[in-house]
């Protein structure tokens, strides 16, 4: 059973750092082409970034400069790096799992990130 548990969400203040993690089981994580999304309040779910089974990345412009995706294959963990936070970042940040051939899409129950003053 695929499961996903992301971890690092918290209050911070606006132009602080967060580090988002993803611990990802019940999966070969090497092949898993992997993202990070958000959902702010009233909002739809919106793309973060997204890191490939190769390491390419991609990432939303509004975010782009500031949050580094990054994976650690041995760990089975993918990580969401975000500097200078801004309120509009505040959102239910969720970690996503895909691999093409399987048709596997797994998503974790996400984790609170509130950027406020």
């Known amino acids: 059973q695929v499961q996903l548990v992301e971890s690092g969400g918290g209050l911070v203040q606006p132009g602080g750092s967060l580090r988002l993690s993803c611990a990802v089981s019940?999966?070969?994580?090497?092949?898993?082409?992997m993202g990070w999304y958000r959902r702010a309040p009233g909002k739809q779910r919106d793309l973060v970034a997204t890191?490939?089974?190769?390491?390419?990345?991609n990432y939303a412009n509004n975010v782009m400069d500031r949050f580094t995706i990054s994976r650690d294959n041995a760990k089975n963990t993918v990580y969401l790096q975000m500097n200078n936070l801004k309120p509009e970042d505040t959102a239910v940040y969720y970690c996503n799992a895909r691999v093409v051939l399987s048709g596997l899409n797994s998503w974790g129950p996400g984790t609170q990130v509130t950027v406020s003053s």
């Open positions: 890191i490939s089974r190769g390491g390419s990345t």
């Open positions: 019940g999966v070969r994580f090497s092949i898993a082409n």
